[in-house]
């Protein structure tokens, strides 16, 4: 039998040799290297994207049973017949790589690139096992879990991509081992701890990209041991400290780029630079705390053709713009924010021929009649730069693709110049004080605008007509009225319309493309009902708050799977009160105070019984608001590739009140918080214990009803939260314990229940002032002026919950029984930027 086989395989392969000696271009494949290919090939399973058509072939799909030399994606050596390379781009491969994957019997691979493809699983650390690698690459491969240290065993390698995907935890030592590495990539993933100070013995690293990590700390002083360094990319870590001298001193370095970390201190850039000062061609620095004048000796570094120093704080101080005029390779100039005093007078950057990039953000500019800028620009911000007349001077710049001009003094009517300008896509006037637009009804119209915010003017009817290419429109804050415009449902491409704080009146359109991802029409006078067909499976944010909208919920918004998003406060909806909405997973902030939502007994029985709660709220009730319960990120970029500079996707605010602040919280890019707010209802009953699963909760405001019971122990899970409110309630018992040890929770409020018994210990609660403890039967202790005399409270707390108890029973038999239960209900999460400065304003707002 072997025999047979033996032979057979002998004949297939002397079949296979013949074929490649007829083609020189083919190798021979030897059948191990093909079955663990085809193996391979089998461990996972094939999903194409949607854009992709479901005939069109994967790489893999493609193989065939011949020779796997000529596979597509596949190379052998020409000499040994064995599988060398590996190039497996996007080709829709599912599924983990597993530790015992027949890939790892290609032993001689060298070169191994998987790069987006879903891996959803760990690296294993038999990677190890292609001994032979010099490239490996597995960038956007959904991986997750700890780099194996194994991967320092791959002496070989020079090219090490693992970036855009989960990866936590520190950089393994070994990688320190990789003595022959050129380019290590590991952006955007999640690794932290410090600098690795490894990487300095890898003399041979052309370019380090650590982008979007979590590292920090200082950097080492010896950063000039790595020779042959070209980039060095550590944007959107949170690495402190000065910057290294040393980084200066390396000969090869052409990009550096620092920005949007902590580091600190005055930075004398270009002071101490190496022998050949015009290598350096990139040098971004923004968003760090650099205080201090920005040194002129800047203007050494003549080969720059990127320079980004925004956000540096001079500390009021003068900027000498003049030296920026001998860089006169710049192409792109950021130097927003600077917090100078220094007037910018534009002319002095009409001598850098090359500039395509401009942003003078936040710095008082002049601009003389007869100023000409080279026309190569492109993108030019001008954003709070104290301008009071339209700048003439854009007439010439033919390029000009993004204009941001907001937050100035211009007055009067948009020059009709403006929209022919020919390469004009992008075009922010918002926060002006223009009051309408020169030229016939359809100048807009006629031309090609991708992106126009002219929110927070005066502008008046009529609402200007927009052309089909337009994908974001802001017209919020103006002085529109009458009914929404029926022509904006024609709007082939509109992705985002925002029309909130106008004066719209009427019906609520009966249209809207069935693409829009993003509809605000907030704080306007709609009114009759919302229609179903209004609502876009493609919502993502929704806001029709404060208006006058009637009659049900649209049942339609049950389809809007990805929805985040939906204000329908303050209106007159009269509706049983909307429970199904908890089916939409993603759904972050819902807003329905103020509303005629009501229970009818049949549908209240019916999530009684499903959910076996006593009171009013299921105690499981939050169980459901699955989405809450673990931090999102948001990170959409789907429209910065209209703007010249990243623009936030949307902003999403709430009016939140919190003890008589109202705050308008407006999120772009953010990181999620979470508040609960059903203050100022009539809700009844116990506290849900399920609210202990929102982990993200920070402020919790359920003050103002009539909840009784105990407070749950559970509370004291929600490890995140810094406010919280149960005042005027009728809850008795004793504060648990466990809300001591609550280190973030800086504001409380207990005061108006029922309460009994000692104040937990914890620094966070007795550093309260003592009226958040008033009014209640019997709290003692610090910071209440009563001590408390031990077990006589206690007997009495004991006593008061068992009365409790009693009074809950009839109060849960009394709702049974009661046709309906009124309540307008907020829930809300309310979204903070990312950024720590909005945190600690919100923070203070609390406090
Ligand atoms: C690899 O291991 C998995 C279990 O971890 C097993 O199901 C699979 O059959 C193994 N594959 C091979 C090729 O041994
Ligand atoms: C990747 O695979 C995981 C697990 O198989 C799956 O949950 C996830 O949706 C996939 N991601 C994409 C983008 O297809
Ligand atoms: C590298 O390989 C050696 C010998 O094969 C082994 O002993 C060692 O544990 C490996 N190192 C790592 C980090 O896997
Ligand atoms: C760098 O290499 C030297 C010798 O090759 C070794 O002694 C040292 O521990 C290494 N340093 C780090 C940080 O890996
Ligand atoms: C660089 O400095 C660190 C301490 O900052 C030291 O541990 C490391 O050995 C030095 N590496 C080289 C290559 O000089
Ligand atoms: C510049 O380098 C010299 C010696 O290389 C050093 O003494 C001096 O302190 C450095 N200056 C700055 C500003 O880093
Ligand atoms: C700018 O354009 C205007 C009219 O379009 C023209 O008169 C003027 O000469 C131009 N200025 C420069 C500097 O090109
Ligand atoms: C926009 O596109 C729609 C549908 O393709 C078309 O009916 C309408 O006439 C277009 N409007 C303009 C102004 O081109
Ligand atoms: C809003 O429009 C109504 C008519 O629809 C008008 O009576 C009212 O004065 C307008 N309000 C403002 C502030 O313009
Ligand atoms: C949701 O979508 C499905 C399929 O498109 C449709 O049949 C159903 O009527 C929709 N539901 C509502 C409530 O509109
Ligand atoms: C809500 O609608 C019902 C009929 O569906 C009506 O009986 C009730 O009066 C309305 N409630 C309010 C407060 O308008
Ligand atoms: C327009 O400018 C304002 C103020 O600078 C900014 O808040 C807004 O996000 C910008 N709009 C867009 C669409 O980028």
Known sequence: MMKIIWSLCLIFSLFNS?????????????????????????????????????????????????????WDGVSCDPKTGKVVELFLWASSLNGPLRSNSSLFRLKHLQRLELTSNNLSGTLPSSISNLKHLKVLNLRGCDMFGKIPSSLGNL??????????????????????????????????????????LQLLNLSELNGIDLRFNHFQGMLPSNMSSLSKLASFDITGNSFSGSVPSSLFLIPSLMILALGKNDFNGPLEIGYNISSSPSTLGS????????????????????????????????????????????????????????NTRSIVDLSLFSHLMSLSDLDLSGITVKISETLSLPSTIETLALSSCNIAVFPKFLQNLTSLYSLDISVNRIEGQVPEWLWSLPALRYVNISQNVFSGFEGSADVIQRSEKVMLDISSNTFQDP??????????????????????????????????????????????????????????IQNNSLSGVFPEESVSVYLRSLDVGRNRLSGKLP??????????????????????????????????????????????????MFDISENHFTGVLPSDYFASWSAMSSAVDIVDSTLFKYAGRSSPYYHNSVGLTNKGLKMELVGSVFT???????????????????????????????????????????????????????????????????????????????????????????????????????????????????????????EEATKEEEEEDQTLSWIAVVIAYVPSVFCGLTISHILFSCKPDWFMRIFHSFT
């Not at 337009?470 to 319309?497: H, M, Q």
């Open 18 to 70: 013949i074929l490649s000696f007829s083609s020189p271009a083919n190798h021979l494949c030897l059948p191990d290297q093909r079955d663990a290919l085809w193996e391979f090939k089998s461990e996972f399973y094939i999903q194409k994207p949607d854009w992709m058509e479901s005939d069109t072939k994967t790489t893999t799909e493609k193989w065939k049973n011949t020779d796997c030399c000529s």
């Open 155 to 196: 002496s070989h390698l020079t090219n090490l991509d693992l970036s855009e995907n989960d990866f936590t935890g520190e950089l393994p030592d070994s990688i320190g081992s990789l003595t022959q590495l050129t380019e290590l990539q590991l952006a955007v993933a999640k690794l932290t701890g410090k600098f690795p």
């Open 283 to 338: 040098l971004s620095l923004e968003e760090n705390s650099f205080i201090g004048p920005i040194s002129g000796s800047i203007s050494k570094l003549v080969g720059l053709w990127y320079l980004v120093l925004s956000f540096w704080n001079t500390e009021k101080g003068m900027v000498d713009f003049s030296s920026f005029l001998h860089l006169k390779s710049l192409k792109t100039l950021h130097l927003s924010y600077l």
């Open 463 to 520: 609402f200007p007509l927009l052309s089909n290419s337009t994908v974001y429109f802001s017209g919020s804050n103006n002085r529109f009225s009458g009914e929404i415009p029926r022509a904006l449902c024609e709007l082939v491409n509109l992705d985002t319309l925002v029309l909130s704080n106008n004066n719209f009146s009427g019906s609520f359109p009966r249209c809207f493309n069935a693409r829009i991802s993003v509809l605000h």
């Open 555 to 604: 049942k339609s918004l049950i389809n809007c799977t990805i929805l985040e998003f939906l204000n329908m406060g303050d209106n007159n909806f009269n509706d049983t009160f909307p429970f199904w909405l908890s089916s939409l997973a993603n759904l972050q902030i819902l807003v329905l105070r103020s509303n005629k939502f009501h229970g009818p007994l049949s549908s209240l």
């Open 672 to 794: 999620m918080y979470k508040t609960i707010d059903v203050s100022g209802n009539r809700l009844e009953g116990d506290v849900p214990e399920s609210i202990c699963l929102l982990k993200e909760l920070i402020v919790l405001n359920m003050s103002n009803n009539a909840f009784t019971g105990r407070i749950p122990s559970s509370l004291g899970k929600l490890s995140n939260l810094q406010s919280l409110d149960l005042s005027q309630n009728g809850l008795s018992g004793g504060i648990p314990p466990e809300l001591g040890k609550l280190t973030f929770l800086a504001r409380m409020n207990f005061s108006h229940n029922r309460l009994v018994g000692p104040i937990p210990q914890g620094t966070q609660i007795q550093s309260q002032n003592s009226s958040s403890f008033a009014e209640n039967h019997g709290l003692c202790g610090v910071p209440l002026q009563e001590t408390c005399g031990g077990k006589e409270e206690e």
